[in-house]
């Protein structure tokens, strides 16, 4: 049984910044990447950055030069840093776990933190 548990999200004004976290626990073997997406009402759910294992990051448009995605191997956690906070910013953030055991793929999903960013 593999457990993503997130904390970090809650209330900033726009410019401000928040630190996500998320720690997965379990089976887990041969991480692919770890990474975070985000649900905003209405809309669907978009990757906002991810980490492979070998360290290659991958960030959305909108968030590059504000956000930082970065992976603790030894905990087997990942962190967002969010710095210049938009009112678009607002949304659920949802950590992401992708490994692979005994060539199959495996994917997983937190439960998710709210992110509200006033203007």
């Known amino acids: 049984q593999v457990q993503l548990v997130e904390s970090g999200g809650g209330l900033v004004q726009a410019g401000g910044s928040l630190r996500l976290s998320c720690a997965a626990s379990?089976?887990?073997?041969?991480?692919?990447?770890m990474g975070w997406y985000r649900q905003a009402l209405g809309k669907q759910r978009e990757l906002v950055a991810d980490?492979?294992?070998?360290?290659?990051?991958n960030y959305a448009d909108s968030v590059k030069a504000r956000f930082t995605v970065s992976r603790d191997s030894a905990k087997t956690a990942v962190y967002l840093q969010m710095n210049s906070l938009k009112p678009e910013d607002t949304a659920v953030y949802y950590c992401?776990?992708?490994?692979?055991?005994?060539?199959?793929?495996?994917?997983?999903w937190g439960q998710g933190t709210q992110v509200t960013v006033s203007s």
């Open positions: 980490i492979s294992s070998t360290g290659i990051t």
């Open positions: 379990g089976s887990i073997r041969s991480i692919n990447a």
């Open positions: 992401n776990l992708r490994f692979t055991s005994r060539g199959t793929k495996y994917d997983y």
